[in-house]
């Protein structure tokens, strides 16, 4: 059983909570022999905020509005909003199709390389990439076993050098075309 605190010790644990902001309202802590602690700070706008969910290695970066609650952002994309919407629902055809079952990495790498410039000088405007969604493995051991290797270094290939220079955008493909084991690639005009 833990030992009761000493009236200094209390004392001492009063003054830390003092400064510290509280993430909900405070309800009574009831001491041992000793008055009521009761919160000092008044101020209600720092007492409403929530805290989220997370999953470990997520980033949120996100606006607080002035009632303390983070403001969601929307990816901005750079396609006019008309032809994103006809894409998102799977309303436009891909002019190309490039896919990458059964590749290695070092297989896939420069056919997406070759299949993304040869498109941009043809005057292709939107292609699709299909990666497949990958193959779970069993997983026994302490570290995590990737699946699904294509599905995550094509997106990362895509916003490098050069192929970044000749893509506009970058969405995960409609059911109707894939799904998540498929990329629609929207290219810039050429000028």
Do not use: C
């Not at 509005?65 to 994309?77: E, L, S, T």
């Not at 990495?105 to 410039?117: K, R």
């Not at 051991?141 to 699946?147: L, T």
């Not at 294509?150 to 409609?174: F, G, M, Y």
């Amino acid at each position: 059983m833990a030992r009761k605190l000493r009236p200094e010790e209390w004392e001492l644990w009063r003054r830390v909570a003092d400064t510290a902001i509280p993430s909900q309202p405070l309800s009574p802590v009831k001491q041992q022999g000793l008055a009521k602690i009761k919160n000092k700070d008044k101020n209600p706008s720092r007492m409403n905020f929530e805290i989220k969910d997370f999953k470990i290695g997520q980033t949120l970066r996100q606006e607080i509005n002035n009632k303390g609650v983070a403001v969601p952002q929307i990816k901005h994309h750079k396609m006019d909003a008309k032809a994103f919407g006809k894409l998102s629902r799977g309303k436009m055809r891909p002019e190309a199709v490039l896919d990458l079952h059964g590749m290695t990495l070092v297989e896939a790498h420069p056919a997406l390389h070759n299949f993304i410039l040869g498109s941009a000088q043809l005057d292709r405007r939107l292609v699709l990439v299909i990666t497949g969604k990958g193959k779970p493995k069993l997983d026994y051991g302490p570290i995590p076993v990737r699946h699904g290797v294509l599905r995550e270094n094509v997106p990362i290939w895509l916003r490098q050098l050069p192929l970044s220079s000749v893509i506009l955008d970058v969405t995960t493909a409609h059911q109707r075309h894939g799904g998540g084991g498929a990329i629609y690639v929207y290219l810039k005009k050429k000028r």
